[in-house]
Nanobody, 123 residues
Framework: QVQLVESGGGLVQAGGSLRLSCAAS????????MGWFRQAPGKEREFVAS????????DYAVPVKGRFTISRDNAKNTVYLHMNSLTPEDTAIYYC????????????????WGQGTQVTVSS
C-alpha cells in the first residue's frame, strides 16, 4: 500500500511559478514510478508528467513540455513538479499518482492516487 499526499498548490499570476510536492509513504514507495495528472473544471483528468522509480527517465504532456519539470528525491520519498510560465489554462486540481510501470502512468493508469491540490492561475 502506498499513500500519497500532495501540497504546494495555490493562486499565482500568469507567468509565475509554483512547485508541487507529493509525499509518498509505504515500505515500497521508492519502487514506484510516479506521475502528475490534472483535472480542470468540466474536463477529464489528463496526464501531465511521469518519472521512473530511479529518476532517470521522464515524460511530459505536450502542453507542459519545456515549462514543467518533474523530479524526485527517494531519500525523502517525495516527488516534485516544478511549474514555470504558468497560464490560466494550467488551472486545475493536480493529482499525484503511482504505478510500478512508468509507461502505464503515461497512458493514464495508476495504482494509487493522492487527494489532489488546487492550482489557480489568474490572468
Amino acid at each position: 500500500q502506498v499513500q500519497l499526499v500532495e501540497s504546494g498548490g495555490g493562486l499565482v499570476q500568469a507567468g509565475g511559478s509554483l512547485r508541487l510536492s507529493c509525499a509518498a509513504s509505504g515500505r515500497t514507495a521508492s519502487n514506484y514510478a510516479m506521475g502528475w495528472f490534472r483535472q480542470a473544471p468540466g474536463k477529464e483528468r489528463e496526464f501531465v508528467a511521469s518519472i521512473s522509480y530511479g529518476g532517470g527517465s521522464t515524460d511530459y504532456a505536450v502542453p507542459v513540455k519545456g515549462r514543467f519539470t518533474i523530479s524526485r528525491d527517494n531519500a525523502k520519498n517525495t516527488v516534485y513538479l516544478h511549474m514555470n510560465s504558468l497560464t490560466p489554462e494550467d488551472t486545475a486540481i493536480y493529482y499525484c499518482a503511482a504505478h510500478l510501470s512508468r509507461t502505464s502512468l503515461t497512458r493514464g493508469q495508476a495504482e494509487y492516487w493522492g487527494q489532489g491540490t488546487q492550482v489557480t492561475v489568474s490572468s
